[in-house]
C-alpha cells in the first residue's frame, strides 16, 4: 500500500504550492545522500518525497490523485519516475543539479560525431559506399590508449581517492547544493600514470583525422542517419567509444520524383504519337529506356515499368517506375505541316 503523499511531505490535504515546495525542500535536505551516509533508508525515503513532490506539485496531477488517489493517477498513465516534463529527473535536475543516486563515477565515453554524405537516387538501387573523413578524437598509438609512458606504471588519484568524482558544495537558488562531477585532475579516471605518455601528455587520446568508409544501404531514404558503433571520438582509458551518425543526403533530381520505393518520370510523347500508339525514350534509374506508348494515349496518362523503381530499405523486391505521359504539341508548324493538321481537323471533327 503507497503511503499518502500528504503524509510523506508532512503537509495538509489544503496546503498552498509553495509549502509544498518548502516540506518537499526541507526533506530533500534531511535525506539527500550527501548528508546522509548513515540512514541506509536515505535513499528510498528521498525518493517517496520526490515521487509526493512530483505528483503535488503539479496541480492536474493533485487534482487527480484528491479526487481518484493512488488508482487514479495509474489508470491516468502516470507512473511514478517516469520522466517527462515535471518528471523526478526533472525535480532531481531543479534541486541537484543531477539525480544524487545515479551513479556517475570512471572514466567517461567518447562522444558521438555526425557526418553527412551525399548521393545520388541512382546509386540507391544498388546501395554504395562513401569515404567519409572527419575530426575525431582517436587512442593515443603510442600508449595503446592508456595514458602512461613506456614501462610506467600508475597511481591512484590522490584528488578524488580513486573514485574519479569529487563533491561540490554550491550556493543555487534552493539555498545551498550539493553536486558532484569528474575529478579534474585525473579527468573522472581516478589513477593517473607515473610518467605520462610523451605523444599524449597522459591522456590516453589525441584529437585529429580519421577516415571511414561508409556503406549506404540500398533504398535509404533522405535524411536518415546510419550509426556506426563505436566509430566516435575514443573516450578516457578504459571506456568505450562514442559513435559515429552518417546523414545521407539524397541530391535532388529534377528527372524523378521519389515514393518510398516508387519513382516517377516523364515520358514526354509527340501528338501523332499519342494518337498513334509509338515508341519514346524516357529517363529511369538505371539509364535511358524504350517504353511503348500505346494508341490514344492523354496528358497524365501512366505506363508503369514493374521492378524499376527503388529496393525497399533492407531489401525485398523493387518497387515500380511510372512514366507519366506529357504531350508535346509543337509550337510552330512548318506550312506543310499545317496543312496536314487543318486535313486531320477536318476528319476528326
Ligand atoms: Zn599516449
Ligand atoms: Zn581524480
Not at 516517377?264 to 510523347?269: G, I, L, N
Request: charge should be negative.
Amino acid at each position: 500500500m503507497p503511503t499518502d503523499y500528504y503524509e510523506t511531505l508532512g503537509v495538509t490535504r489544503d496546503a498552498e504550492p509553495d509549502q509544498i515546495k518548502k516540506a518537499f525542500r526541507r526533506l530533500a535536505r534531511e535525506l539527500h545522500p550527501d548528508v546522509n551516509d548513515h540512514d541506509p533508508e536515505a535513499e528510498s525515503k528521498f525518493k517517496e518525497a520526490a515521487e509526493a513532490y512530483e505528483v503535488l506539485s503539479d496541480p492536474e496531477r493533485r487534482g487527480t490523485y484528491d479526487r481518484f488517489g493512488h488508482e487514479g493517477l495509474r489508470s491516468g498513465g502516470w507512473a511514478p519516475g517516469a520522466g517527462g516534463p515535471g518528471g523526478i529527473q526533472d525535480i532531481f535536475d531543479a534541486f541537484f543539479g543531477g539525480d544524487p543516486f545515479r551513479q556517475q563515477t570512471g572514466p567517461s565515453s567518447g562522444a558521438d560525431i555526425g557526418v553527412r554524405v551525399e548521393v545520388e537516387l541512382e546509386e540507391l538501387v544498388a546501395g554504395t559506399t562513401r569515404e567519409v573523413s572527419f575530426e575525431a578524437v582517436n587512442p593515443c598509438e603510442a600508449c595503446d590508449g592508456e595514458g602512461a609512458a613506456a614501462g610506467s606504471g600508475f597511481t591512484q588519484c590522490e584528488a578524488c581517492g580513486g573514485a574519479g568524482e569529487v563533491r561540490r558544495v554550491s550556493d543555487g537558488i534552493f539555498g545551498r547544493v550539493l553536486s558532484s562531477g569528474p575529478c579534474d585532475r585525473c579527468g573522472g579516471v581516478g589513477r593517473v600514470p607515473d610518467r605520462p605518455c610523451e605523444a599524449c601528455g597522459g591522456a590516453g587520446r589525441i584529437a585529429g583525422r580519421r577516415s571511414w568508409e561508409v556503406d549506404v544501404p540500398a533504398g535509404i531514404e533522405d535524411g536518415q542517419r546510419i550509426r556506426i558503433n563505436g566509430a566516435g571520438h575514443a573516450g578516457q582509458p578504459g571506456a568505450p567509444p562514442g559513435d559515429l551518425y552518417v546523414e545521407v543526403r539524397v541530391e535532388p533530381d529534377d528527372r524523378f520524383a521519389r515514393r518510398d520505393t516508387e519513382i516517377y518520370t516523364r515520358a514526354e510523347t509527340g501528338v501523332t504519337t499519342a494518337m498513334l500508339g509509338g515508341e519514346v525514350e524516357i529517363e529511369a534509374l538505371e539509364g535511358r529506356e524504350t517504353l511503348e506508348v500505346p494508341a490514344g494515349s492523354q496528358q497524365g496518362d501512366e505506363i508503369l515499368l514493374k521492378g524499376h523503381g527503388l529496393p525497399a530499405l533492407g531489401g525485398g523486391r523493387r518497387g515500380d517506375l511510372h512514366a507519366i505521359v506529357e504531350i508535346r504539341v509543337p509550337k510552330k508548324l512548318s506550312r506543310k505541316q499545317r496543312e496536314a493538321a487543318l486535313r486531320l481537323a477536318e476528319e476528326l471533327e
